[in-house]
């Protein structure tokens, strides 16, 4: 995963789906609809992610990997202008 001044990018090597919870929300929000989003690529995709206005102000973006079987499952936090790579084995 990659965050620029376009947004993220989520290039997915695996051999299943991935689903992306992404929240850019401060920690007193009630509201998460306005500053989170749920994304899925499919396996071999690279997969562009625009952010609304309210994700961008953002310093720090959350995010959840998942497989649909829960197999795999990864956190971590990603500010722009960097890339995660070499994600834990599925």
Avoid: Q
Wanted: hydrophobic share 30%; proline share 2%.
């Amino acid at each position: 995963m990659s965050y620029n001044e376009n947004g993220l990018n989520l290039k997915n090597n695996g051999g299943t789906y991935i689903r992306a919870f992404i929240d850019g929300c401060p920690l007193d929000v009630k509201d998460k609809d306005l500053c989170s989003t749920v994304v899925y690529a499919l396996t071999g995709r690279n997969l562009p992610i625009d952010l609304n206005s309210e994700m961008k102000k953002a310093k720090l973006l959350k995010v959840e990997l998942t497989t649909h079987n829960l197999k795999y499952k990864e956190t971590f936090e990603i500010s722009r202008g960097n890339v995660k790579s070499n994600m834990k084995d599925r």
